[in-house]
DNA sequence: TTGAGTGCAAAACTTTTGCATGGGG
DNA sequence: CCCCATGCAAAAGTTTTGCACTCAA
């Protein structure tokens, strides 16, 4: 994604556009592994050393009020933020606890049916998620 | 469920049958709203003031390891514990924070049946969660 | 008797908050 | 210029840990 597009996205929500937002932004794009606060501060404060976590945390904080980015907790109770904003699924790698995107038509087109024909008992479901739990195959060598 | 029953489920998985083990599954087996370690503590205290709420932790911990109870994680990143161990969903509210069990076989099923026939790009899927999100309707008085 | 379980307090860890300073529109 | 955004440090909230004591088997 490039510059003038992000600052076009970040503006056009009525954010300020800043260098620390742009950063973040940058930085959560390009990451596929749902990263959380402080590895998105990692990721970037070596070319921003003066950079605060407390800045990432509201920033990060604004793009999911903002649509921008999604928030899911993890099993450990770590916020991690999703760039992706389509219907999708995750696989969560219990040992690693790395959460990728699961992306399946079929299955979206499925969960949104069911919430379509079912009732949910005086619940107004907006939002559905769906983790694949397990391990990550180890490549054997044999 | 009735008090041998639960010092059997304890003692059967190898850990020893304490008091506190007791009133902590007994506190979980009773609550529908799957309460996190702070709410059992509140729970179980008034009868048992002595109680400390790092044996809870340890306590509930040892019940997870054991299989006896699930964890899960809620949107806040709290921790909350889940009697019921056969396949089900759960509702999330999100003003409340109240989660729910979802039971519906079908879905279930559907889910099972899309693990077995759909590949995980190298994960060994064991686990699967789904919850729905949303606001519980008020009750309109008119 | 003896090792697993408990209770207490301190520590760890993640996230939020208050407030003074800085910078974008 | 005016606020919104930032940085820092302190605080808050949840969970874990270390250690001495207790008690179930």
């Not at 219990?94 to 079929?106: A, C, G, L, V």
Request: aromatic residues 8%; contains cysteine; glycine residues 4%.
């Amino acid at each position: 994604m490039n510059l003038a597009l992000i600052k076009e996205k970040i503006t056009n929500c009525g954010l300020k556009f800043t260098h620390q937002r742009m950063v973040i932004f940058l930085a959560l794009t390009k990451s596929e592994s749902h990263p959380s606060a402080e590895q998105v501060y990692e990721e970037i404060k070596g070319s921003n050393p003066s950079i605060s976590i407390a800045t990432v945390y509201k920033t990060l904080d604004s793009f999911v009020q903002a649509g921008l980015l999604r928030k899911t907790i993890d099993q450990n109770g770590v916020m991690r933020f999703d760039s992706k904003l389509d219907a999708h699924s995750h696989l969560y790698c219990k040992t690693s606890h790395e959460i990728r995107d699961y992306e399946n038509e079929k299955l979206e087109k499925l969960l949104q049916d069911f919430i379509e024909s079912n009732d949910f008992d005086g619940y107004e479901i907006d939002e559905i998620n769906v983790v694949f739990k397990g391990h990550k195959r180890e490549k054997t060598i044999n």
